[in-house]
């Protein structure tokens, strides 16, 4: 356990070259989420924003050749893939907090656009499609490295975006009838457990993405 701080105390270190990037994110999604009547917006942001931010450590790992210093720091494969994906929860649970708070300070002069049980399911879907990037992005990166990755780390949001985008006309398509007012009822009527199945989702998803990793990174010679 104490390896893996210790790697993630690293990955925070290296993040250091970025930190006014990093700063500058902040700002602009506090300042949206504050002045924005939806406070969607904000936490879209973030989700979006986020898994982007969190290559960054890659990105340093490679341009200083940080896996040898790694293994001379006694640390095994095991942990720096862990220690990374611990990394990952950290500044999930760090933005969300971040993200509530701001919610709370905003409905402090301005009713929310969604209640306290509405943006406990949305966080938790965001938490999914975030966790979603993530278990894409962190094997390829593993397996190519930063430079040769990147272009495929944007893979999962258009991936995201696209069915997201194609949905009504799928919909339309195949002649489904969907009832959205039943639905949104039957979402609504069951806010924790569809919040709770969403979020365990999300954990499942970075698990066994880590698993691969692991296997990638045991492999990969350095």
């Known amino acids: ?84 994906y611990a990394f990952v929860l950290i500044n999930e649970i760090i933005a969300i907090l971040v993200l509530v708070i701001v919610a709370i300070i905003k409905s402090n002069f301005k009713p929310l656009d969604m209640s306290s049980e509405e943006l406990v399911l949305y ?23 930063y430079s040769k990755a990147k272009l495929y780390t944007y893979i999962p949001m258009m991936i995201i975006f696209f069915l997201i985008g194609l949905f009504p006309s799928i919909v339309q398509r195949l002649n489904l009838n969907i009832d959205l007012e039943a639905v949104g009822h039957m979402i609504f009527t069951n806010l924790v457990p569809i919040s709770l199945l969403t979020f365990s989702l999300g954990i499942i998803f970075l698990v066994l993405s880590a698993l691969i990793s692991m296997k990638i990174y045991e492999k990969k010679d350095i």
């Open 1 to 84: 356990m104490n390896r893996i701080l210790s790697f993630v105390k690293l990955d925070y270190a290296a993040l250091k070259p970025y930190i006014k990037s990093i700063y500058m994110f902040v700002v602009i999604v506090v300042f949206m989420g504050l002045v924005n009547d939806s406070i969607s917006l904000m936490f879209t942001m973030v989700m979006v924003g986020l898994p982007m931010i969190l290559t960054y450590p890659f990105a340093i790992s490679e341009k200083n050749n940080l896996d040898t210093l790694y293994s001379t720091l006694s640390l095994d494969r095991k942990d720096v893939v862990v220690g990374r």
């Open 123 to 145: 966080v938790c879907i965001l938490s999914m499609f975030f966790s979603f990037i993530v278990s894409f992005q962190y094997p390829i990166l593993f397996k190519l490295g």
